[in-house]
C-alpha cells in the first residue's frame, strides 16, 4: 500500500516550463493571500542535473516573470554581442552569410548566451523562497486517475527493485501524490506526456510531430580565442544534402564555449552516425580556430521537438496541462524554447489559479486555459514561425531558407499560406542497402572522441541492478528486421552506446547498455518499428551535467 500526499497543484519536471508554472502559481498566491500548495517532482538526482540546451535565453518571460531578475541574480551573464551565420560547404570551405539575407528570427540582439541547467536552478531557489515543495531524485512513473477518468495525480517510482522484478534490502515503494490539477512538465518526449496524448486524443488535430537531436559540449578554450557574445550558426557539411540540421558555437563566460550540432530525425540514411558527424564538425577550420588547445569539460545530449505551430496539441485534459516542450511550443524558427516554455508554463498557472479560487475541486477541464494561449504573445510568435520548419524539410536549406527569408523578413511570418509536413520521422529511413556505409576518421583525442569517454563526461549513472528502462515491444525484431533491413540503426543513431549488436560464440544478440542513457529519447523516436519504449529509471539516475 502506497501512502499519499495531497496538494493543490501537481508538476512534474523542474525545467523552465515546470518552475514557471510554480512561481507563477505562488505569486498569485501570496497577492491574493491564499493559501496554496504546490510540489515538483524531478526525476534527476537534483534540479538542473537533466536540462541540457544550446542555450541562447530571450528574456521576455523571464521579464515578465521576474522582472528585478537582474538584481535577483539569475545567471544571464553574456549578452550576445554578435551573430555569425556561415554555410559549410566541405570539410574546409566556408561561407559568412551577409546579415541582411539572415532571417529575422535568426538575430540575437537582446538575448543571453547562458547554462539553462543553472537558470534552472536559480528558478528553483525562486520557487522555494515562495514556498514550493521540490522533490528532485523522484520520478514521476504513472499517472492516476479517479473513477471518471480525469487525472488525479501522479506516483512516483519505486525504488530498490532488482533487474528480476525482486524487491531488494533498499526497496522504498513509490508515493502518490494527489492534486486538484496536475502539470506535466516532462520535457522532449516526456512518458506520461505520450500516454496523456493517446488517452485523451490530444494530437488529433495536430500535424505530425518533428523532432530533432542535439548533441553538445562545453569547453575550455585558450583566452585568446574567446570572444565572450560571440554567436556562431550555420549548416551544411558534414551532413549529406537529404540529412537537415545545423550547428552552435556560442562564447559564453569564464573563458568557455558551447559547441553543438543538431540533427533533424527525419534523416534517410540508417549509416549515419549522428555522434560521429558531430565529432568530425569540429575539426572544420570555422570551429577549430576556437576549439584548438582547449580541454573539453562536459557532453551531452538531447532530443527537441521542432514541429512548431503546426504540431501542437491539444494542452488540456480532465484534470490538468501538458506545457513547454512536452507540448513541442519550442521556436525552432528562432532555434529556442526556454521563453516559450516558461511561457507556457505561466499562462498553465494563471488558468489553474483561477478555477481553484472559482471554488473549483480539480478534476475539470481547464478549457479557458485555450483563450489565455490564443490571447498570448506566446501563440502569435509561434504562428508566425509556422512555415519555418515545414519549407526546410519540403525545399532544403537553401531554397528553404530563401523562402524564409521572405516570410519572416517581408512578411513578419504573415504570409497567407500553411505549408505542412506530415511524414513522420521514424518512417523516413530507408533500407541500408540503398546507401553506402559510412567510413568515420578514427577520434584524435584532441578534437574529437569516442563514446565511451563521452558518456563519462556527462556523470552519467544509474543504479545497475534495477529494470531496464528502455522496454522492447518485440526482444527479438532488433535482429530479425532491423538489423538486416537497416544495419540496426540504434548502434548509430544512440549518442551514448546504450545499443549494440554483439558478435559471440553463440551468435548475434542485442544488448542494452541501459546504464549509459542520457535519457535523450532519440531511440523512443527515430527506431524504425517503434519497438522501444523510454521509461523512467529509478529517481535520480541519469547524467548529472554541470553548466550545460
Known sequence: MRESMEFDVVIVGAGPSGLSAACRLMQQAQAAEQDLTVCVVEKGSEVGAHILSGAIVEPR???????????QGAPLNTPVTEDQLFLLKNE???????????????????????????LCRWLAEQAEQLGVEIFPGFAAAEILYHEDGSVKGIATGDMGISEAGEQKD?????????????????????????????????????????????????????????????????SGWPLEKDTSGGFFLYHTE????????????????????????????KHHPVLKQYLDGGKRVSYGARAIAKGGFNALPKMTFP????????????????????????????????????????????????????????????????????????AMHKFGPMLGGAFNF??????????????????????QLKPADQFTPINYPKPDGKLSFDKLSSVFLSNTNHEEDQPCHLKLSDADLPLNKNLPLYAEPAQ?????????????????????????????????????????????????????????
Request: aromatic content about 10%; charged content about 20%.
Open 61 to 71: 518571460a523571464l521579464n515578465e516573470l521576474f522582472p528585478d531578475w537582474k538584481e
Open 92 to 118: 574546409e570551405k566556408a561561407q559568412k552569410l551577409p546579415n541582411l539575407v539572415v532571417p529575422k528570427t535568426m538575430h540575437n540582439h537582446g538575448n543571453y548566451i547562458a547554462s539553462l541547467g543553472n
Open 170 to 234: 533498499s526497496y522504498m515503494p513509490g508515493m502518490e501524490l494527489h492534486a486538484k490539477y496536475s502539470l506535466f512538465a516532462e520535457g522532449c518526449r516526456g512518458h506520461l506526456g505520450k500516454e496523456l496524448y493517446a488517452k485523451f486524443d490530444l494530437d488529433a488535430d495536430a500535424d505530425a510531430q518533428h523532432y530533432g537531436i542535439g548533441i553538445k559540449e562545453l569547453w575550455d578554450i585558450d583566452p585568446a580565442q574567446h570572444e565572450p557574445g560571440l554567436v556562431l550558426h550555420g
Open 254 to 281: 569564464n573563458n568557455q564555449v558551447v559547441v553543438g550540432l543538431i540533427v533533424d530525425l527525419n534523416y534517410a540514411n540508417p549509416h549515419l552516425s549522428l555522434f560521429d558527424e558531430f565529432q568530425r564538425l
Open 319 to 390: 484534470g490538468g496541462l501538458v506545457i513547454g516542450c512536452n507540448a513541442g511550443t519550442l521556436n525552432f524558427a528562432k532555434i529556442k524554447g526556454t521563453h516559450t516554455a516558461m511561457k507556457s508554463g505561466m499562462l498553465a498557472a494563471e488558468s489553474v489559479f483561477e478555477a481553484i479560487t472559482g471554488g473549483c475541486e480539480g478534476g475539470k477541464e481547464l478549457t479557458g486555459f485555450t483563450d489565455r494561449f490564443k490571447d498570448s504573445w506566446l501563440y502569435d510568435e509561434l504562428y508566425r514561425t509556422r512555415n519555418f520548419g515545414p
Open 406 to 427: 521572405v516570410d519572416q523578413n517581408l512578411f513578419g511570418g504573415k504570409l497567407p499560406i500553411t505549408l505542412r509536413d506530415n511524414h513522420v520521422d521514424y518512417a
Open 492 to 548: 548509430r543513431y544512440c549518442p551514448a552506446g546504450v545499443y549494440e549488436v554483439v558478435e559471440d560464440e553463440q551468435g548475434s544478440r542485442f544488448q542494452i547498455n541501459s546504464q549509459n542513457c542520457l535519457h535523450c529519447k532519440t531511440c523512443d523516436i527515430k527506431d524504425p518499428a517503434q519497438n522501444i519504449t523510454w521509461v523512467t529509471p529509478e529517481g535520480g539516475g541519469g547524467p548529472n551535467y554541470p553548466n550545460m
